[in-house]
């Protein structure tokens, strides 16, 4: 089994440019979300969503977009970057209480 | 609101010494308790859980027993070796509210084994 596989997994951007994180899922679960991991913070939620067609906001939203157009995707946009968004992202999906993760991307905004 | 606090890290030890990463909670209501390792270049991955107070979850060799009476989630392990060089996280989840599990997590310890 895939899990969940995230693209790209490094990404360099200068400010002000847009940009799409991927993620994908093949265990049908309805729930997923992204976060972000800054040294010293933990992982913080941006959004999150419940099933297709359904998203809300998490902890840190500003300045990133979602959609879930279906079960499997749940993309995760940025807007206009800045080099406050330099992370990593993981997207992670659960049904119940087990949550499986991708392994991150790692963007850095110059 | 529910929060999750780790010991301060770094985290040094020798190869086969005893190991405590300290974790309390602040939550309303019965969360459930897990404990996160992240290898090097890598995602998250369980590492055990616990659902109720009392309970001990237990992996590969690792403990954490949930004690609502002093909110703590400690992991101990009895003899460290040098593959559990990682990043650990601590983290709740208050329950499914609306469909979502949340997960909140603490600001993670990173621990080295030396051989």
């Known amino acids: 089994n895939a899990g969940v596989t995230q693209t790209p997994k490094f990404q360099v951007l200068k400010t002000g440019q847009s940009m799409t994180l991927q993620c994908a899922q093949d265990m049908n679960h309805e729930y997923m979300s992204w976060y972000r991991q800054d040294p010293g913070m933990g992982l913080r939620l941006i959004h999150y969503s419940v099933g297709a067609g359904i998203t809300d906001q998490g902890e840190v939203p500003n300045g990133y977009n979602v959609s879930r157009s279906t079960t499997e995707d749940f993309p995760l946009r940025l807007l206009s970057a800045a080099p406050s968004q330099t992370s990593v992202y993981f997207c992670?999906?659960?049904?119940?209480?087990?949550?499986?993760f991708g392994s991150g991307t790692r963007l850095t905004v110059v | 609101g529910d929060s999750v606090t780790q010991m301060e890290g770094p985290v040094t030890l020798s190869e086969e010494a005893f190991l405590t990463i300290n974790c309390t909670y602040t939550?309303?209501?019965?969360?459930?308790l897990f404990w996160y390792v992240q290898y090097p270049g890598e995602g998250l991955q369980l590492l055990l859980k616990a659902t109720k107070a009392d309970d001990k979850g237990s992996n590969k060799g690792f403990e954490a027993t949930y004690r609502k009476e002093t909110t703590s989630f400690h992991l101990e392990k009895g003899s460290v070796q040098v593959s559990d060089s990682a990043v650990y996280f601590c983290?709740?989840?208050?329950?499914?509210?609306?469909?979502?599990?949340?997960?909140?997590f603490g600001q993670g310890t990173r621990l080295t084994i030396n051989p």
């Open positions: 992670a999906s659960s049904q119940g209480a087990g949550y499986t």
């Open positions: 939550a309303t209501g019965y969360p459930s």
């Open positions: 983290a709740l989840s208050p329950g499914v509210i609306q469909g979502a599990q949340k997960l909140v």
